[in-house]
């Protein structure tokens, strides 16, 4: 098997945020999924409404994807070209079952902990900003977190931008 060379790799090939709704969509969701505790007590009903927040997300992401412009960016034309990519250099899967179950393993322990380690910053966020006087402080930091979403997004689509009128 070959390995890609570094120039046949797109610099950025994330294309559900090439749209602004496409950006937009998870920042609302991140926002709102920090501030949810704030005003829903259940934690159940907080999983199951964030769970539909995402979800939401992406579907949104995934439709505004396939309305815009440039056909070069649907969910279709992307898998296609990743199929074309495998068939023609003839790549096949080189894992053996036990090694892509550690692998997966070790990706879902990964996400535990930075899920993990994203609520405790949070939690201690809010505790230090609830001393300080704010009434609702997971409301601003969710509001903090959706804007730094939304600017990841348009700078990765800036720049994607660039890497394109620079070829």
């Known amino acids: 098997m070959t390995s890609p060379q570094p120039h046949d790799t797109p610099v950025l090939t994330y294309t559900l945020d090439d749209t602004l709704v496409g950006r937009l969509a998870p920042a609302v969701a991140t926002a709102v999924s920090v501030a949810l505790p704030e005003y829903v007590p259940c934690r159940l009903a907080r999983g199951v409404l964030t769970t539909a927040l995402f979800t939401s997300a992406f579907g949104v992401s995934v439709w505004a994807t396939t309305q815009d412009d440039n056909p070069d960016n649907d969910p279709e034309v992307a898998l296609a070209k990743i199929r074309a990519t ?47 006087g704010v009434s609702k402080p ?30």
């Open 86 to 132: 495998l068939d023609a250099d003839d790549q096949r899967p080189v894992d053996s079952p036990r090694g892509f179950w550690t692998k997966a393993a070790l990706a879902g322990a990964g996400l535990w902990a930075g899920f993990k380690a994203q609520s405790a910053l949070i939690d201690a966020s809010s505790a230090a900003l609830r001393a300080a």
């Open 138 to 167: 997971r409301t601003y930091i969710g509001l903090g977190l959706g804007a730094a979403v939304y600017a990841l997004g348009e700078a990765t689509q800036r720049a994607e931008l660039a890497a394109k009128e620079g070829k």
